[in-house]
């Protein structure tokens, strides 16, 4: 496809360069409509400019990536609701080690899950939970926000079912699950160490900072929050006893907490301690005519304590009963969404339509929980659905203009894969153009061009550039935030969560993204066989 007319090529890219900014910018001064807004209005310019056509552009939309998106989304509403994150909580925080042991924990457990829940759905799931394990243990945010957008990035080119754009090519490849996952999983396993470890030189003074007395007062309170309370605030109303360790240590915890003007020594807390807890002694103490007499006026009270306490006996085993029922109801709903989920994972690994299979699991679980389902739909993220039916017209649009093609053009004869120049000038195409026109577009546009090219060479050689197209797309969502819809899932699900909103920037991103991006890249592609 040749370039269009000037007049489209000079609109088309105007409209694109409309959408690029304001979805990169949140708040531009001269026109403040934000991200979803501003997708809408460069697709809505594509039209109007008629660079495409309204048939077009309705065509541009699509509905699989737009369906999986929704499927994963009330899928996460749900795992939510069954106390996945507790669990998740548990595991991250189980012996941790401080920041960068928990920076390395993200890192992996993004990276294994986007490999078989797509990248998508690990950042619908996990971002909130990563931001109140930042919160709780009194960390920065931004670089546990990074570390999980990237591993799930990094991870979900190991399967065909990781993300949208390796589904496309092991469609139009027919290569196997199991010859995907051999090919991609060595470079996969070094991309993920590589990225942990350029997290942790990029922050590693911002992440040892040392805890003052204070802070590790509220650490103590956040971690018996993380591991029983589902993340709410931490309250005093759990105390067993006096004399239990746990009464002993919130003690000490208050001592901690008071500020330096109004500091308690230590000896008075323990004078206080053992005053609101009479001694044996002081009990034994008290004359015994005065407990006998004491006794004697009271046994009025215990005659109709025991008559209360007989009733309250005939009616314990009922609510015993009920109590019982209603645990294991909990338990049984909570199994049935974890083996729906489980069934949804199946089924992906059968090859089964992605976004088909993420709606129907979250049918099943609508129904599953027998109750009207709008408050768990009202959790899901319609606009970030909108977005994305935006930038697919304004994508489409500047496809039409005969940009990426034309560059396609100019640079083949410099991209063979027999040679390592040609592997490095392809490498670098495709990352341009997956950040430029979004990966999915770049696979439908690149992937059979490719594999022609290659196969020119030999059939072993198209494999491979299947592969490197798999990789190099996927890898390149980490350079930019409009890189890769997780990082876009990341970003607005960070800024929506209720009191703990933030709003992880783009050049924040960029900072890292880049060196990222290319160093992972470039090791990963000499791993792919």
């Not at 105007?14 to 708040?27: D, K, T």
């Not at 209005?41 to 998106?69: E, K, P, S």
């Not at 915890?253 to 109004?262: D, H, I, K, L, T």
Request: glycine residues 6%; positive net charge; hydrophobic residues 50%.
């Amino acid at each position: 496809m040749a370039l269009a007319s000037p007049v489209k090529v000079v609109l088309g890219s105007i409209a694109f360069a409309i959408f690029w900014v304001l979805a990169v910018f949140s708040a531009v001064p001269f026109l403040p409509v934000g991200r979803t807004a501003g997708s809408l209005l460069g697709g809505m310019l594509m039209v109007i400019f008629q660079v495409i056509t309204a048939d077009q552009a309705y065509a541009a939309i699509d509905l699989q990536i737009l369906g999986l998106l929704f499927g994963t989304m009330v899928v996460s509403v749900y795992l939510e609701r069954a106390d996945m994150f507790k669990y998740l909580g548990k595991l991250l925080s189980w012996k941790s080690r401080g920041a960068k042991d928990l920076i390395c924990r993200v890192c992996l457990i993004s990276a294994i899950s986007s490999a078989f829940f797509t990248n998508d759905t690990t950042c619908v799931v996990l971002t909130e939970f990563v931001l109140k394990i930042a919160r709780q243990h009194n960390l920065p945010p931004h670089p546990f926000l990074l570390a999980l957008a990237s591993s799930a990035n990094i991870g979900s080119a190991a399967t065909p079912i990781g993300n949208p754009q390796n589904l496309v090519i092991a469609v139009q490849s027919k290569i196997s699950f199991g010859n995907f996952l051999k090919g991609i999983l060595p470079a996969m396993i070094m991309g993920v160490i590589v990225n942990a470890l350029l997290l942790l030189c990029m922050y590693w003074k911002l992440l040892s900072i040392e805890k003052d007395e204070e802070d590790i007062a509220v650490e103590l309170l956040a971690e018996e929050e993380v591991n029983s309370h589902r993340f709410s605030p931490a309250t005093m109303s759990h105390f067993t006893s006096f004399n239990s360790p746990e009464w002993n240590s919130r003690w000490e915890v208050m001592a901690v907490q008071s500020s330096p003007g109004m500091s308690v020594p230590m000896g008075q807390v323990e004078n206080l301690r053992n005053r609101s807890i009479p001694s044996a002694n002081e009990i034994q103490g008290v004359p015994s005519g005065t407990l006998e007499s004491a006794r004697n006026s009271n046994a009025p009270k215990e005659a109709a304590n025991d008559v209360s306490s007989q009733v309250k006996e005939e009616t314990m085993p009922s609510k015993r009963v009920a109590s019982l029922t209603t645990r294991w109801k909990k338990i049984l709903w909570k199994s049935g969404v974890y083996l729906v989920t489980i069934g949804m994972l199946i089924a992906l690994l059968l090859g089964l339509n992605m976004s088909w299979t993420a709606i129907t699991a979250a049918l099943a679980l609508m129904v599953l929980d027998f109750r009207d389902a709008r408050t768990s739909l009202e959790k899901v993220s319609y606009s970030l659905l909108v977005f994305f039916c935006g930038m697919f017209i304004t994508v489409e649009g500047f496809n039409k203009t005969g940009i990426p093609n034309t560059l396609w053009v100019f640079i083949e004869p410099y991209s063979k894969i027999d040679r390592v120049s040609g592997i490095a000038m392809l490498a670098i195409v495709i990352l341009l153009m997956s950040n430029l026109a979004s990966n999915v577009p770049t696979v439908l546009f690149l992937g059979a061009r490719v594999a022609v090219s290659a196969a020119a060479v030999s059939a072993a050689n198209e494999k491979k550039a299947w592969l490197i197209l798999a990789w190099v797309s996927t890898v390149a969502g980490n350079l930019s935030l409009l890189g890769s819809a997780a990082n876009i899932i990341v970003c607005e699900q960070a800024r929506r969560a209720p009191e703990l909103g933030y709003t992880l920037s783009f050049w924040s991103h960029l900072k890292f993204g880049v060196p990222s991006t290319l160093i992972v890249t470039a090791i990963g592609l000499t791993l792919i066989r």
